[in-house]
């Protein structure tokens, strides 16, 4: 006891053992431990560090924050975000490993108010993740059962105008909802038609800035001449034509919301770099500028590009990518989630029917057609076609043949029949095969050409004839 009392050390003899200890604690640590000095020099990563992410030691030790992030071999640092706020910065993370993990930053301030080095924990939850999600997707399928637009429709369920009955688009609603609460970047992926837009108010209406302002800008609408300054606002006198006053940019009027920026891959590759630095500083600099304008800001992007092939084209930054690959979510084409297209069918049907005042329903055909053909244009598409159906249809019933829908017939069971309900198949058969032997007959004038246009024999066709029509 009293050698603890005679020097500094405490239950250790000297400085060597003290570290040592040090070392071993680190080194047996669960979670990760990554530190590095008060320049972002990294000087210490444990085997847990190793493991979640990826990284080796020899990859990490000795090199700056600023050339790992510079040179992809991290997506995003919380080290340099905690030195630049000053304050411990918490993110959520998934490497390349497949593990997702909490990272936590804080940084070490000496006296005089400098940071000596930032110490890090990234904890392994990707059980915890999987757990939760398969929690939250067993609560979504059983919210469906509470849930009934029509008998048609499948339980539905209905959140913030997206439809899902289908497995594939419970699971991407699932996910949305797991990251909206989640202050990260999201990219929204999909064909033309999907939904993003949809999923990216879900999104915004789930998070913890719900109540700032939601930012709109589809990218490949803006002028290239005009997108910085739309992006990022300019200062008095900048060009000719400016607002003597200058003009904020959108991502200041932004500022501690969410901007959603649709068709991401459109966005000029000079425009690129300086998004990079909003998502790395969280700062923008106007035209004409000389200091940055500190913002904070949600990310969500969308597009409906192959982005590894723009990556891989140099159309689209590597670097940018990555950063905005934090939390992707993939929307599935219409063709790929069958299930939802008779209740969006039904949706649309209710909606229109209200806006013009009809009384209209879709035959079973019809619906057959609807859910046998492949969509390109996806949900969008639906929506069109059930609206000019109503349109086009004289009767209160929208049949298959007021469906402007070029569907392959092999893929159509029923053709351009009429379904309907019967208690005499047979009876049924034979009225549909009267129909088709009396058009031949009219369009042919002579029973042998007749016949062989519907691949019978000429006695047969006469046969049945005769029978069907004294019955």
């Not at 669960?30 to 444990?46: R, S, V």
């Not at 990022?232 to 034509?241: L, N, R």
Request: proline share 3%; glycine share 6%; with cysteine.
């Amino acid at each position: 006891m009293k050698k603890n009392d005679t020097n500094n050390f405490g239950i250790f003899n000297n400085l060597q053992e003290a570290n040592d200890r040090l070392d071993a604690i680190i080194e047996n640590s669960f979670d990760g431990i990554y530190i590095t000095d008060g320049n972002a020099n990294t000087i210490k990563a444990n085997k847990s560090y190793e493991m979640i992410t990826g990284l080796k030691k020899e990859e990490v030790i000795g090199k700056n924050m600023l050339d790992l992030v510079k040179n992809n071999v991290i997506s995003v640092s919380g080290s340099l975000l905690a030195m630049q706020k000053k304050k411990p910065i918490t993110l959520q993370q998934e490497f390349k490993t497949g593990k997702k993990a909490l990272i936590t930053s804080s940084p070490v301030i000496d006296d005089n108010g400098n940071i000596i080095m930032v110490v890090t924990n990234v904890r392994d939850l990707t059980e915890i993740y999987n757990l939760k999600e398969e929690i939250g997707r067993k609560q979504i399928i059983d919210t469906n059962k509470e849930h009934k637009l029509s008998p048609i429709n499948n339980n539905p369920t209905i959140v913030d105008d997206i439809i899902c009955v289908d497995k594939k688009s419970i699971e991407a609603l699932n996910i949305a909802d797991k990251v909206a609460g989640l202050d990260t970047t999201v990219m929204l992926l999909g064909e033309t038609g999907v939904g993003k837009e949809l999923f990216a108010n879900h999104i915004y209406k789930n998070s913890n800035r719900k109540d700032k302002p939601f930012i709109k800008i589809n990218c490949g609408a803006i002028s290239p001449n005009l997108v910085e300054s739309e992006l990022f606002g300019y200062e008095k006198g900048s060009f000719t034509g400016a607002n003597k006053n200058g003009k904020a940019g959108l991502f200041e009027v932004a500022d501690k919301g969410t901007i959603f920026l649709d068709e991401i891959g459109e966005l000029p590759l000079d425009m690129q770099v300086k998004l990079l630095r909003v998502l790395q500083e969280q700062e923008i600099e106007r035209i004409g500028g000389t200091k940055p304008i500190k913002i904070d800001v949600r990310i969500i992007a969308a597009t409906n590009a192959d982005m590894e092939d723009m990556v891989e084209n140099k159309l689209f930054r590597k670097d940018l990518y990555y950063r905005l690959m934090v939390f992707p979510i993939y929307i599935p084409s219409l063709r790929e989630r069958k299930e939802d297209i008779i209740p969006l069918t039904n949706l649309f049907i209710n909606n229109f029917n209200d806006k013009y005042g009809f009384n209209k329903k879709f035959s079973e055909s019809a619906l057959s057609k609807l859910k046998n053909y492949d969509w390109p244009g996806n949900i969008r598409e639906l929506r069109n076609i059930v609206e000019r159906g109503l349109i086009i249809s004289n009767t209160e019933r929208v049949n298959s043949k007021d469906l402007p829908l070029n569907i392959n017939p092999k893929n159509n069971p029923y053709g351009d029949i009429e379904l309907k309900e019967t208690n005499d198949l047979k009876k049924l058969v034979e009225s549909i095969e009267l129909k088709y032997i009396n058009e031949a007959y009219k369009k042919y004038k002579n029973v042998r050409d007749a016949a062989a246009s519907l691949n019978m024999d000429p006695s047969t066709f006469v046969r049945k004839r005769k029978r069907y029509t004294k019955k």
